[in-house]
């Protein structure tokens, strides 16, 4: 234990100096705002976080994740991007365990281990999954994917109980962190076939029926107690099970994801040619991963089936030379299926990903130390080569850390991505840059992205310049294209009503006005009726408060403002009733309803 001290404060310190700047990058107006949304919004409950069924993912390991760094360390992105580092130097120390017991029989094996992890954690290609909060789920399910490899390799041919048991645990939470780790099922059979001894096939069968019950209980998990397929499933299925081509897209099915993905409301399926280039281009960006970029909307057909073509025929010779190779050839080609097959169905809201890769990458780091210590090269200048890696992952987290040059250079390779310019506005907007927050974010409207908070973003900029009909021109807008357009009108609301400029006549009206348009949207939103009759009682309409108070108490039985609601209504029914200036602000708004 004593010789891999050395080694394992090596992994560490080269991990916290390639990703100090990191901990200093704030969260993206693409899904990390949506995921802080979610964390300060929502309360679980165990049914709804194991069973799945309607939406396009399944990943409760990433929720509980998510909640209880929130529960634990608050909002501060600092601590998210922390925990994030934390889970890929684990990786990464996980990839030297794998490493040894892979190489157990080289003469070099610390050593292969030590380059293998370095390769991980300092490849720029992994940078994308680390750096950006959301993509945790990928960090999350290589952890526990990496673990069921220790197991497979270490135990495979000494199979216990307590084996089974862990290897289930491992490969099901890695499941539960994101579906990429489907891939165990072919990974493990497959490796078993080529791999296991004869006297060894009972250890195998037993493996095996684990990778198949697991699977099976994951995928019924996912369906939920309706046994319904999520959005996600059905997608796949249609761009797999389709010959190519655009299909128009049902006005109900549009979502932040096709949106981004799609233009003029439709699906443009990959043909099976294109798919072999799609699978070309992740093998040639494991290899060479540069130029880096966020947004991938498009790759080159030729190259990519040149590189296709390239990987299986070098992966045939080193099989020949190096049978051993066998499970990191396995992660890589299978590995990169399941990103193959999000792209078929044209799930993410980019058609490619660099975070796509983390999983695979874990194989290809297995291949490198494999392939270099064959050529004798002397150990420094290995160590030295790999250890140059982390320049270019540095280089990478500080361009993260400045939000206007991050999404500039993702125009700089992606033009005409929408979704880009719509993010420079969000931190234009930040800046307090209204002109051009303005001008970005109607650059992103012009190239069809009209989600919610594109709107919003922009009532907020009209909101800074005091222009409120055109604030609530633009939050209408939001409202009318969200699913849940009850916050929306709750920030409308709590601005208006606080508004500058607005005489006390017109904020009441307008606060009346928009908790009706919440009582409207959804009638069993309890609160809202509270809210209109309090407005009324302070405007001094007696008529209208009795109404909505009266509905507010009859319905709410249990409400906390009910006691206040039926107080008011006494004083209604007295005829002690005066206007009071006090009851001018709306309550504290909260999400969930007095139902």
């Known amino acids: ?186 990974i493990v059979p497959l490796y078993l076939l080529r791999r296991a001894p004869r006297e060894g096939k009972r250890d195998a069968l037993m493996l095996f029926g684990a990778v198949a019950g697991t699977t099976t209980l994951y995928l019924l998990l996912r369906a939920g107690t309706a046994l319904n397929f999520d959005r996600g499933v059905a997608s796949l299925a249609k761009g797999v099970l389709s010959k190519g081509g655009v299909e128009k897209v049902p006005k109900a099915m549009e979502s932040t994801a096709v949106a981004a993905a799609t233009a003029a409301q439709s699906y443009t399926y990959p043909t099976v040619l294109d798919a072999l280039g799609g699978y070309g281009f992740y093998l040639r960006k494991l290899v060479f991963p ?112 400045d939000p206007t040059a991050f999404w500039q250079d993702c125009l700089k390779h992606s033009p005409g991505f929408a979704k880009s310019y719509s993010s ?7 800046d307090q840059r209204y002109d051009d927050a303005e001008r970005y974010i109607r650059k992103a409207q012009a190239l069809g992205f009209n989600e919610p908070v594109a709107w919003k973003n922009l009532a907020r900029v009209y909101l800074a310049r005091r222009d409120y009909p055109r604030y609530e021109q633009a939050m209408q807008q939001a409202a009318n294209r969200a699913s849940n357009p009850i916050p929306v009108y709750h920030e409308m609301v709590l601005a208006l009503m606080g508004a500058r400029g607005l005489d006390e006549a017109t904020r009441f009206q307008k606060g009346i006005k928009y908790h ?26 007696a008529e209208h408060a009795r109404r909505y108070l009266g509905r507010y108490a009859e319905l709410a039985k249990g409400g906390e403002n009910r006691v206040f609601a039926l107080k008011m209504i006494a004083n209604l029914d007295s005829g002690s009733f005066k206007s009071r200036k006090a009851l001018v602000a709306p309550p504290a708004v909260r999400q969930g309803g007095g139902k």
């Open 1 to 186: 234990m004593k010789e891999r001290i050395f080694p394992i404060l090596t992994i560490l310190a080269a991990g916290v100096l390639a990703y100090l700047c990191a901990l200093q990058v704030g969260f993206l107006p693409i899904d990390d705002v949506g995921m802080t949304e979610f964390v300060t919004q929502q309360t679980l409950d165990l049914k709804s976080l194991l069973f799945g069924g309607a939406s396009t993912y399944y990943r409760p390991m990433v929720v509980i994740s998510y909640v209880a760094n929130y529960s634990i360390f608050g909002l501060p992105p600092l601590s998210f991007h922390v925990v994030n580092v934390v889970i890929h130097l684990a990786n990464a120390l996980l990839i030297y365990w794998l490493a040894s017991l892979f190489f157990a029989d080289h003469p070099q094996k610390e050593r292969a281990a030590l380059i293998a992890s370095l390769f991980f954690l300092l490849n720029p290609l992994n940078s994308e999954a680390v750096i950006w909060v959301s993509a945790r789920p990928d960090l999350l399910c290589t952890f526990f994917f990496i673990l069921a490899m220790v197991l497979l390799v270490e135990r495979r041919e000494q199979v216990t109980w307590q084996t089974l048991f862990c290897f289930t645990a491992a490969y099901l939470a890695s499941l539960a962190s994101k579906e990429s780790s489907i891939a165990v099922a072919a």
């Open 290 to 401: 540069f130029p880096l970029n966020f947004t991938i909307l498009t790759y080159d057909l030729p190259l990519g089936l040149a590189a296709c073509a390239l990987a299986v025929a070098a992966a045939w010779v080193l099989m020949r030379r190096r049978p051993q190779a066998l499970l990191p050839l396995l992660i890589v080609f299978v590995g990169i299926i399941p990103p193959l097959l999000a792209y078929l169905g044209r799930i993410p809201w980019t058609p490619f990903g660099e975070r796509y890769l983390y999983l695979p990458m874990v194989g290809f780091s297995l291949l490198v130390p494999l392939v270099l210590l064959e050529f004798k090269v002397p150990a420094w200048l290995l160590l030295g080569g790999v250890l140059l890696l982390g320049i270019p992952t540095i280089t990478r987290a500080a361009l993260w850390r």
């Open 424 to 430: 420079l506005g969000a931190v234009a907007l930040d």
């Open 516 to 541: 009706l348009a919440t009582i409207e949207s959804d009638p069993g939103y309890l609160d809202a009726y509270y809210n209109v009759g309090k407005l009324y009682y302070a405007q001094g309409d």
